[in-house]
Antibody
């Protein structure tokens, strides 16, 4: 059974940093591209970042470029999101999600339960 | 970035109704579109990908159509478990974006 379990969320002050983790199991992690998607309280979904299977290619939404870094450790079956210079508008539930195989496949069947990030003084 | 605009943003319907939600892309995205259903406190559930391909296990009352800039999600006969918020998402080029959501409420 595919499982994605996020952790690392919490309350952080504006300008602070946080590192989210996503522990993957039930599939060959190194075979799949992975993503982070977030949802602000009461708002819609926002795609945040993608990372290729081997970590060689990374893509970000403009609002986090230069502040967030997506990474992975295939030996540990783990996905990460290093979030720096956090702002109030980064407050959201952050989901880890798995893309299907295939170059042109950009949809998400598997999602984690999310980890809450709150940026506030 | 490609903007995805859903309409309506919300509406009320009754069980048994035929429901159509539209999603318009600010530029052509071929068929690189997915639809999701989300219920409160839950992660999104994939319904359709590649604009019209039904995800395994999703009831056949759900269908998707369109290509280019205009897409629709249709529920042929609304069931009680279908009251939820629906999102479209393009994956044509980075950054990928979602529509703002359409909330389907009970009339």
């Amino acid at each position: 059974e595919v499982q994605l379990v996020e952790s690392g969320g919490g309350l952080v002050q504006p300008g602070g940093s946080l590192r989210l983790s996503c522990a993957a199991s039930g599939f060959t992690f190194s075979t799949y591209s992975m993503s982070w998607v977030r949802q602000a309280p009461g708002k819609g979904l926002e795609w945040v970042a993608n990372i290729k299977q081997d970590g060689s290619e990374k893509y970000y939404v403009d609002s986090v470029k230069g502040r967030f870094i997506i990474s992975r450790d295939n030996a540990k079956n783990s996905l990460y999101l290093q979030m720096n210079r956090l702002r109030g508008e980064d407050t959201a539930l952050y989901y880890c999600a798995r893309r299907p195989l295939g170059f042109s496949s950009g949809w998400y069947y598997y999602w984690g339960q999310g980890t809450q990030v709150t940026v506030s003084s | 970035a490609i903007r995805m605009t859903q309409s309506p943003s919300s509406f009320s319907a009754s069980t048994g109704d035929r429901v159509t939600i539209t999603c318009r892309a600010s530029q052509g995205i071929s068929s690189y579109l997915a639809w999701y259903q989300q219920k409160p406190g839950k992660a999104p559930k994939l319904l359709i990908y590649a604009a019209s391909t039904l995800q395994n296990g999703v009831p056949s009352r759900f269908s998707g159509s369109g290509s280019g800039t205009d897409f629709t999600l249709t529920i042929s006969s609304l069931q009680s478990e279908d009251f939820a918020t629906y999102y479209c998402q393009h994956y044509y080029s980075y950054p990928w974006t979602f529509g703002q959501g359409t909330k389907v409420e009970i009339k």
